[in-house]
């Protein structure tokens, strides 16, 4: 998918976590149970790396609500630990849209840094958007995050 912007990072998660309220994912996802009309809370835990011109490691929560029309809506905090020693906060918000007959979904985000290092301060000056996929058969996700 291409994105207008500045390339700043690129990360690949692994799923380190699930946490279910009262219907899992894996039924979800294998058609056993039906998303009820309120939706169902799935939060994943993930760890990684972040490489560009943000690099280190990345751990996190997203902080899942599935609608009813299979739409995810996210909420994601992380801890960005760089390689060069400093720690950035990430929140981020938006969608994923699951994809027809793969165990995929494409996600599309609105990402916010808060950091004090001054290395880092040039995260704070413009809005940033990624976009990327995660594949649930394999607890894989792929972020690539552009600032605009």
Known sequence: MT???EK??????DVTGVTDFGITLDA???GKEKIPPQGARIDVAYAGTIKGRVSGSIRGVDYQVIRADGRLDLDTRATVETTDGRRIALSASGVGTPRTGEPMADLFEN???VTAAVDYAWLHTRETWAVGQVNFATGKIHIEGYQQ
């Open 28 to 30: 979800i996802l294998s």
């Open 8 to 13: 700043v990072y690129e990360c690949d998660f």
């Open 111 to 113: 990402v916010r840094f």
């Open 3 to 5: 994105m207008r912007g």
